[in-house]
């Protein structure tokens, strides 16, 4: 699956399951004077300030749940407890959320993805949120901001997301061996296929 380039957001996983599409985003992009750069080899991100471009990446996360259909599970409710505050009271450029908005909404138009909800809050308010598309492709029911998803596999995103805090914060480097950081994965190896004996080929 070869997937799309992402103008405002940094795409963290991209999880096909059997009737769930979910996409996570760390949407740090979002915010004003967000700038990355590679240094010496590393891909650096600097804000005016570490403390806001920290809570971007924690609060400001967009888990985008695109459907596959569902069938009775959609008609479930579901409801948001934050209260609701405009993108600029939170710090969040409300012209690059219009942008998001509308590269999803190409998404759907194209046929690539049936519906699509997207909710953003920092700062315990929410600030963003839209909805397109349908939930159930055969009824046309129109996706709503309530809808009930299915996801699965989430396990790879959120440790990608916080892998990406400490490459972020200088813990890490894409080249490190991850026996620096777990002495027992020092011999690791990948599978090979098999030998002609049954046995498992390996390589270094």
């Given at each position: 699956?070869?997937?799309p380039r992402w103008p405002l957001c940094i795409c963290f996983g991209r999880l096909v399951g059997f009737k769930s599409l979910v996409t996570l985003f760390a949407v740090n992009a979002l915010a004003e004077r967000s700038v990355f750069r590679f240094v010496d080899g590393v891909l650096r991100h600097t804000m005016m300030n570490t403390r806001l471009s920290r809570s971007i990446l924690i609060a400001v996360l967009s888990v985008v749940a695109l459907i596959v259909p569902l069938s009775s599970a959609a008609g479930q409710q579901a409801s948001y407890n934050l209260p609701s505050a405009d993108p600029s009271e939170v710090g969040l450029s409300k012209e690059r959320l219009e942008r998001l908005d509308g590269m999803l909404q190409a998404m759907v138009d194209s046929g690539e993805l049936a519906?699509?909800?997207?909710?953003?809050?920092?700062?315990?308010?929410?600030?963003?949120?839209?909805?397109?598309?349908?939930?159930?492709?055969?009824?046309?029911?129109?996706m709503t901001r309530d809808?009930?998803?299915?996801?699965?596999?989430?396990?790879?995103?959120?440790?990608?997301?916080?892998?990406?805090?400490?490459?972020?914060?200088?813990?890490?480097?894409?080249?490190?061996?991850?026996?620096?950081y777990i002495p027992e994965?020092?011999?690791?190896?990948?599978?090979?296929?098999?030998?002609?004996?049954?046995?498992?080929?390996?390589?270094?």
């Open positions: 699956m070869v997937l519906g699509v909800v997207t909710m953003l809050a920092r700062h315990g308010k929410i600030a963003f949120v839209d909805v397109a598309g349908v939930r159930d492709i055969e009824s046309k029911q129109p809808s009930i998803f299915r996801i699965q596999s989430m396990t790879k995103p959120i440790t990608g997301f916080a892998m990406m805090m400490l490459f972020e914060e200088g813990k890490w480097r894409l080249n490190d061996p991850v026996s620096r994965f020092d011999q690791l190896t990948v599978y090979d296929g098999e030998n002609s004996d049954g046995s498992y080929g390996r390589k270094n």
